[in-house]
């Protein structure tokens, strides 16, 4: 065949192929079900590493033999282990966000010397896999137009490359690159069987005759060759962590965790399946005495066996191969470039048009490159796929190291990180890269014969020895320096196992707008976009002013910040315009925060973490189920906890209270918690709001957890626990059995009072006979004089049972100054009115200037029943006295009887309901319960002393009442 004459049909065989697949990639990429997407991603990262499996594993079989096979699965090795390598950067990249590996670098190790170092060794490393792209389409354009063509065809595609970046650029990386990958993958299959088929068919006839010319040739024992092997399994395994396609892909929040999960048996066994092709291929080329290189046999053989619409498929698959992934890796090189290089020094602010701007300079970036590297391929000594490959991969497994100590070795710092790179970095470029691009060189030892060789000839010698010595020289570093304390927390924080805890620390702004308005001074107009995006991801509205959900807000917009200006332009920024606020002592966990992140990413968690988050998920069910509401303060008075029993008393949700501050809470809740937590008092018995046109009743109990700061600060700095209950019932219910007991007292005095009356109506009754014949006026005056007497003796009586027996709802009246004597004369007038021991004596000692804040009848209530169990305890002819002295803070009331005292094994529960020494059908044994209650209510405190004070018998019940005893 004559490679000087324009093939036309591989020519139009191959453009209707670059369509077919190109037509295929795109209708897959706008179908929205899951399958295709999945799809999609499979054969976009298989067309990841170009055209290593089209091209270069051919010639990598014939070099190396079965070694191929072993560095195919090395390099594929990092989708098995996904979940022990990406899924834990993926899991922190989901709330930091990382746009390229050098983010993460820089992220972990906190410098801009390490972005840019690491920047450096990328675009080193990304160079000659991009040469290598290039010599795939030289010979592709050989094959098509003739051997004078390459070079038109570099600067052809050039062109077009430029064209699809800036497409990408303007659309959007990820909405327009990821169908050109997959087209590329959807071609590179059917085109390595196909050919593989065509060839051998062409070259022996069949797998029968194929298998006895392997064994005739000696090939079987060729390529059982085994001497690379090493070089090769370790060399793929580590640019394949490295490597900043599967990087970018795998973190990437354009895929979901199931997606991600699935790469790592989907590209495994999508490299199995091209790998199948490779010694058949090979193997019929050397059987043909093909001319052609073993890196062009894809293309070549179905050409030489008559097969252009193979030939054509397969020169389509590559030239989409190299020119998707020189679209990938100068985009991806354009924002490392940006990040490290441009934006962290850049003033934002005063660019107008940021977003187009940030677009041009990435654009020029990635067209630099581009440019560089198409001279780079014009005017450098050529070399083959494998060749470049080898030296890329042997570049990008120096940054892996680093890489790996990220998320399992925290004790490796900046300064081992940094050593180790340069170092490897370093062998690798004087022995590998700079031979590779103008020539080998040697150096004779000066004290031997011996010669070093420096190139590709000993490449698996150097890119082991450049390898060793980067690790080396990181744990030397490593283990004779120390990190600063930001160090620490940052590899902590990127830990395999560990899980982001973010700090419930302050900020400055209390409010969208005041968190606008800052973020302005760094990015300009841009950051009323980065403010709406923010919002929108969380579903919050621009008015929130909850301190949580501003500190969310904070974090969700340095998330976009880094994805969009790098780790270094958006510390800065977060730094200038939303700085947090040093707190006095240690910033507390942020348990809200924590909370979301264990509810999305707890199933990720493994061994003891996994079985402590199903405790905190227990523990945190317990605590929303309890019958009893709970919530939760910082020292900020900030609401952390709000759980479901508390959301029913108050209407509030817990995601609206959930940090809240408690003076942002509707009321009465604002005000009845704020004022609870400013008296500091533990505990607040029968606390009443009305909520919704309906009184309900509380009780609140506090529990303070002192805060971690130094000594002096540590009792301000605690936690709040607040136990809200909810005693509606009770407090009905002892209403109403002080309200039973009231009426059955009015029913014990109904004989007293009646006999009471029945006196002055006898007298009444006898003036009145008397006054018929009374004749004179003066007599008729007195008369009339003594009847009204005796009615007002009568209407004094029914009124204070009146009084008593309407005393209102004792556990709601309102508190006013009251008089202790009054109530104790009440209560001794009402009791002389019954017909029980009438020759007992009550003796009232109290001074009538005494006086507490509270309810009357609940006051006279408790006398009623204090006296009359005083009363029924007493002999015939008995005293009880009632004394009142005025003690400090505390007005001291003693009611003493002359009864035979209250048994030991009763007086520890005199104070509970139904309990009485009375015989049966005598006393409920509800009176003490209820004096119990309503002195709680009126703020005393009540006690009994068996025997009574200064006596060997009786009973005092001594009742202390604050001077001011408010509920």
């Not at 969208?512 to 919050?540: I, M, Q």
């Not at 004022?675 to 046109?693: A, P």
């Amino acid at each position: 065949m004559n490679l000087e004459i324009i093939n036309p049909d591989a020519v139009l065989a191959t453009l209707a192929m670059l369509a077919l697949g190109c037509l295929a990639a795109k209708w897959m990429s706008q179908r929205t079900g899951s399958n295709s997407k999945d799809i999609m991603l499979a054969l976009g990262l298989f067309s990841g590493t170009g055209v290593l499996l089209a091209m270069g594993s051919v010639e990598m079989a014939g070099r190396y033999g079965n070694s191929v096979i072993l560095a195919l699965i090395a390099f594929s090795l990092v989708f098995v282990l996904s979940p022990l390598i990406f899924l834990p950067i993926r899991r922190l990249s989901g709330i930091i966000r990382f746009a390229t590996p050098v983010d993460f670098l820089t992220f972990r190790y906190r410098k801009k010397s390490v972005a840019v170092i690491a920047s450096i060794s990328l675009i080193l490393a990304v160079i000659p896999l991009i040469l290598a792209q290039y010599v795939a389409i030289e010979a592709i354009f050989n094959r098509l137009f003739g051997n004078r063509s390459g070079v038109f065809g570099l600067l052809a595609t050039t062109v077009v490359i430029l064209l699809i970046n800036l497409r990408s650029i303007g659309l959007g990386v990820a909405n327009h690159l990821p169908w050109v990958m997959a087209a590329a993958g959807l071609l590179l299959l059917p085109a390595m069987g196909f050919s593989a088929w065509a060839a051998l068919t062409s070259a022996f006839g069949g797998l029968a005759e194929m298998n006895n010319w392997v064994v005739d040739s000696g090939q079987r024992f060729i390529i059982q060759r085994m001497d690379f092997s090493y070089s090769l399994f370790i060399v793929f395994m580590a640019a394949g962590f490295a490597y900043p396609f599967n990087f970018s892909l795998l973190i990437s929040n354009d895929i979901s965790d199931q997606q991600a999960g699935m790469t790592s048996w989907a590209y495994p066994l999508l490299v199995l399946l091209a790998s199948i092709p490779l010694f058949p291929l090979l193997w019929s080329g050397i059987s043909v005495q093909s001319v052609s290189p073993f890196q062009e046999y894809l293309f070549a053989l179905p050409s030489l066996a008559g097969q252009p619409l193979i030939a054509g498929l397969a020169s389509a698959s590559i030239l989409l191969l190299s020119v998707a992934l020189i679209c990938s890796l100068s985009l991806i090189t354009a924002r490392i470039v940006l990040n490290s290089f441009l934006l962290p020094g850049k003033d934002l602010q005063r660019q107008a048009n940021l977003d187009q701007w940030i677009k041009n300079r990435r654009m020029l970036v990635a067209s630099g490159l581009i440019l560089f590297c198409t001279c780079l391929s014009l005017v450098s000594k050529h070399h083959s796929i494998t060749d470049y490959y080898l030296a890329a991969f042997a570049g990008l497994a120096q940054l892996t190291p680093g890489m790996l100590a990220v998320i399992y070795l925290p004790r490796v710092g900046r300064r081992g990180f940094i050593g180790g790179l340069v170092a490897g970095l370093s062998l690798w470029l004087m022995t590998i890269l700079l031979p590779l691009l103008i020539g080998d060189w040697s150096w004779q030892l000066p004290l031997g014969d011996k010669v070093i060789h420096f190139g590709m000839q000993n490449w698996d010698i150097w890119a082991l020895e450049a390898l060793l010595l980067n690790i080396t020289v990181c744990l030397l570093f490593s283990l004779r320096g120390s990190m600063d304390r930001e160090q620490q927390a940052f590899a902590t924080l990127c830990m395999a196992d560990n899980v982001y805890i973010p700090a419930r620390v302050e900020i400055a702004q209390k409010s969208v707008s005041e968190l606008t308005g800052s973020l302005r001074l760094s990015l300009g107009d841009a950051a009323d976009a980065e403010v709406a995006r923010a919002l929108d991801t969380l579903g919050y509205d621009a008015d929130e002013v909850r301190p949580a959900a501003l500190r969310q807000l904070r974090d969700s917009i340095n998330a976009s910040l880094n994805m969009g200006f790098g780790v270094l332009a958006a510390n800065r920024i977060m730094e200038h315009s939303l700085p947090l606020i040093v707190p006095a002592a240690d910033e507390p966990d942020d348990i809200q925060l924590i909370e979301s992140v264990l509810a999305i990413q707890g199933d990720r968690l493994t061994g003891i973490a996994s079985e402590l988050n199903k405790l905190r998920v227990h523990h945190r069910q317990v605590l929303d189920n309890l019958p009893i509401g709970v919530v939760s303060l910082d020292q900020g008075g900030e609401i952390v906890r709000w759980n479901s029993t508390l959301s029913s008393y108050t209407g509030i949700s817990q995601s609206i209270a959930s940090g809240r501050l408690i003076g942002d809470l509707p009321e009465p809740w604002s005000s009845a918690i704020s004022d609870f937590i400013r008296s500091g008092k533990n505990s607040l018995d029968d606390l009443r709001l009305e909520i919704q046109g309906q009184v309900r009743w509380y009780s609140l109990q506090k529990s303070e957890q002192p805060g971690s700061g130094s000594e002096s600060n540590r009792d301000n700095n605690g936690d709040i626990v607040l136990l809200i209950e909810d005693h509606t019932e009770q407090v009905n219910l002892i209403q109403s059995s002080i309200d039973n007991e009231r009426l059955a007292s009015v029913g014990r005095l109904a004989a007293g009072v009646a006999h009471e009356i029945g006196n002055p109506v006898t007298g009444i009754a006898c003036i009145a006979q008397n006054l018929e014949h009374e004749t004179e006026a003066s007599q008729v005056a007195e008369s009339a004089q003594q009847i009204l007497s005796q009615t007002q003796r009568i209407n004094r009586i029914v009124q204070s049972l009146i009084n008593f027996s309407r005393g209102g709802n004792a556990l709601t009246s309102v508190q006013k100054d009251i008089s202790i004597s009054n109530a104790a004369a009440e209560a001794i007038q009402l009791l002389t009115l019954s017909d029980e021991q009438q020759n007992l004596r009550f003796i009232c000692a109290i001074d009538p200037g005494l006086n507490i804040r509270g309810d009357y009848h609940q006051l006279l209530q408790m006398f009623l029943n204090l006296l009359s169990n005083a009363r029924d305890a007493s002999p015939n002819g008995g005293v009880v006295t009632i004394g009142a002295q005025a003690e400090g803070q505390e007005i001291m009331v003693t009611i003493s009887d002359q009864g035979e005292g209250i048994k030991e094994d009763l007086r520890s529960r005199l104070f509970e309901p139904f309990v009485t020494t009375k015989d049966p059908g005598k006393g409920t044994g509800l009176g003490l319960w209820i004096v119990f209650n309503l002195a709680k209510s009126l703020g005393a405190e009540i006690e009994l002393t068996s025997p009574a004070i200064n006596t060997d018998r009786g009973t005092t019940v001594t009742i202390n009442f604050p001077v001011s005893s408010a509920s």
